[in-house]
């Protein structure tokens, strides 16, 4: 499908993303009228070591390595772009020393449903992976696709990624597997307990 270049309109469906089109268009503001010298970087979901385990290939990977069911919002469909975090940090180096002030660039991976994303995980671990999901209540006003262009970085600033999706994950998983008490640590934790189980059960507050 279509990817949205940095100048498409920002369309939030709900008050979360709505916060984040707030802050931009609020540097926007403060750059086209009082010039401040900012730069915007708009990245698509990262993935990588040392995430929190709330997050998607945090929790499908050590949900699996405890044996425990993996909630999947809605049909599990929507589509996000994965960008290995190191791919992430080097083109925010590359914007800090060589972009113009003023600019706004994209920054995104490879598009893969949430789904796509555990089938890919779970084949890793040799797991079954129709096993081990429950689905529950999708989230009020869902983004179903993120589709950020990063054409503009690549053709202004020369960056490309050098991680794809298939060939990192392997070592993702790996790390989450050797380094279980940082994670288990985490999933401890009261304030984790409490959002995940209001996740798991599809319940989301005002």
Known sequence: GTRSPE????????????????ADLMVQAYMKTHRVPALIVRSSNNFGSYQ???????????????GIKIPVHGNGEHLRSWLHVQDFCAALDLIMHKAE?????????EEKSNIEVIKAIAGILDKDYSQHVEFVNDRLGPDLRYAPDHSLIEKELGWKRKYTYAD????????????????????KNTDFLEHYEK??????DL
């Open 101 to 109: 002030d003023f600019k706004i660039y994209n920054i995104s991976g």
């Open 52 to 66: 929190y385990p709330e997050k998607l290939h945090g929790l499908v990977i050590t949900n699996l390595l405890e």
């Open 7 to 22: 100048d498409y309109p920002l369309t939030p469906t709900n008050p979360y993303s709505a916060t984040k089109a707030g």
């Open 199 to 204: 996740q798991r059960k599809g319940i989301y």
């Open 168 to 187: 990192s994950l392997k070592e993702v998983i790996d790390w989450y597997a050797k380094n279980r008490p940082w994670w288990q640590k985490i999933k």
